[in-house]
């Protein structure tokens, strides 16, 4: 049990993307693997690509020069053969076929002439060439000079256009940009495109009434209540730090001056402050450095060596022989507090009858979400088992990065090369599988049972939040105005509306 807190209350990428350097399709020759662009965002407005090449050979006429490219920009504009990008393994390749929709489409030829002629008026207003003045250079000269670049940027605008509104028709969740995969045109005739998307796995969700649940009866047994220990429990965890003059032991807080002299390049670190609690299991990038401090007393200096392997972690002590000066500067000891009305009031109760009051009826609210917690991991799990799709790779190696990038956070990780940081991801995909297929299946059945969060919902919840926080209802709304905290609190209930759904409908059984 802890004391209210006041705080802010919470709830549980634009990219920028570059214009790809590709040739324009050229009438009668196929385009194979084109992306179409769906929702692409850009942080600055991007030139067509038929305007591009006609705006250069324009300068090149008013100059008289080529306009000669490097080396490097050159082969910026390669196309890279397929074969360069990295293979995934054939059963990542299987899931991703499993995914893949692929169709037809078919532009009139009246609509790319259409297009061709809109282009053609547009670039007429805008080009400029020798003899002639902005905007008066005749359509007959543009179109000589300039057809094959605008037909290959009217041919990619009509198939885009085509491809985006089938999507549409047909309702298709797609993952990844559509790829054009064939391309027919000559001039005069209709254009016909073979296209490939990725989608989103369809979902089949079952009559969950259907699904039993079978828990381990052991795993639900919770210790019964037992005070003495609860309130053992509340001053440990509210013990502080005490200076003593003896000398330092296991369990100790001590605070050391350090400095280190890396002897093969005899070059001496600056010195520096540190709290360390002596504990051969606590982390210290000082190799044993528990063992040498044991017994010591403020005041003591400390001088050792210490030989570092070559993988170590920080890099300019790998590899090397350190020397270590430290001094003992103070130590503290841990003390529990006193039974007292000092420790109810910073607790938040009256006095010690209300004290255990409280810290019993604590203990049996996290007993029963500790036992709720684990039915719910059950039900996860055999929901996972039971409603088999497969899952987009790339869906995968994104929850991995973001569990790991979680974990990074509470418990950092040193890692000596990219290789330890694959292998490590490589660990995390069950896990990370597991959370992207119960994603899946509550956003499957929200659209199955139509769960929305209302408008009273959210008003609940705010009050809900303003108890908790111990902060003014209004406050709460003003917070939750914000449209990224609005978003997390929606989905946040949301969620808790499926899995109350879900907990309602399966059947748990113990055995």
């Known amino acids: 049990m802890t004391k209210a807190e006041k705080m802010k209350p919470e709830a549980a990428r634009d990219t920028d993307t570059e214009e790809e350097s590709r040739e324009s399709p050229q009438p009668g020759e196929p385009q194979t693997e084109t992306k179409v662009e769906t929702k692409t965002k850009t942080t600055k407005k991007s030139k067509p690509k038929a305007e591009k090449t006609i705006k250069k050979e324009v300068k090149e006429a008013e100059t008289g020069e080529e306009q000669v490219k490097s080396p490097d920009q050159e082969k910026a504009e390669e196309i890279k053969p397929e074969g360069e990008e990295k293979k995934e393994e054939k059963k990542e390749e299987e899931k991703e076929n499993e995914l893949k929709v692929k169709f037809s489409i078919t532009v009139p030829y009246a609509k790319v002439e259409e297009e061709f002629n809109e282009a053609l008026l547009k670039y007429a207003d805008e080009i400029k060439l020798p003899g002639f003045r902005k905007g008066k250079v005749p359509l007959e000269v543009i179109k000589s000079r300039y057809k094959e670049a605008i037909q ?9 256009k085509a491809v985006l509104e089938k999507i549409e028709t047909d309702k298709m969740k797609i993952i ?3 790829v054009v995969k064939n391309i027919d045109y000559k001039e005069g005739k209709d254009i016909n495109a073979d296209i490939e998307v990725q989608v989103f796995p369809t979902i089949e969700i079952p009559y969950l009434e259907t699904i039993e649940v079978k828990i381990p009866a052991a795993e639900l047994k919770v210790e019964d209540y037992d005070e003495k220990k609860q309130i053992d429990l509340v001053l440990e965890a509210h013990k502080r730090q005490v200076p003593v003059t003896r000398a330092v032991k296991e ?6 001056k350090t400095q280190e002299k890396i002897l093969p390049t005899k070059r001496m670190t600056p010195r520096k402050s540190i709290y360390y609690l002596v ?5 210290s990038e000082i190799l ?3 063992k040498e401090i044991i017994g010591k007393t403020a005041a003591d200096d400390i001088t050792f060596r210490r030989s570092y392997p070559g993988d170590y972690h920080k890099k300019p002590w790998a590899g090397k022989e350190i020397e270590h000066y430290i001094t003992v500067e103070n130590v503290f000891e841990w003390v529990k507090p006193e039974l007292n009305k000092d420790l109810f009031k910073s607790l938040g109760v009256e006095d010690e009858e209300d ?10 609210r996290v007993k ?3 036992v709720e917690d684990k039915k719910l991991k059950h039900i996860i799990d055999t929901l996972c088992e039971t409603i088999v799709f497969p899952i987009p790779p790339g869906i995968v190696e994104h929850e991995a990065s973001e569990l790991a990038m979680r974990r990074q956070q509470r418990y950092p990780l040193h890692f000596k090369d990219e290789q330890q940081i694959k292998e490590y991801l490589e660990t995390l995909k069950p896990e990370a599988e597991k959370s992207a297929r119960f994603s899946f299946i509550v956003d499957a059945i929200r659209e199955k049972f139509n769960l929305d969060v209302t408008a009273d919902d959210l008003e609940k919840q705010y009050k809900i939040i303003a108890e908790k926080s111990n902060l003014p209802l209004p406050e709460v709304r003003k917070f939750y105005m914000k449209k990224e905290q609005a978003q997390d609190l929606k989905e946040a209930m949301l969620r808790d509306k499926v899995l109350d759904l879900i907990k309602g409908k399966v059947t748990v059984k113990e055995v």
């Open 251 to 256: 369990g100790d807080m001590v605070a050391l």
């Open 368 to 370: 029963n979400q500790q």
């Open 152 to 160: 290959g940027e009217v041919v990619e605008k009509v198939v885009e």
């Open 355 to 364: 004290f255990k009051k409280k810290l019993k009826e604590e203990y049996e």
């Open 288 to 290: 044993d450095l528990t």
């Open 176 to 178: 990844s940009q559509p």
């Open 279 to 283: 504990d051969e299991k606590e982390p």
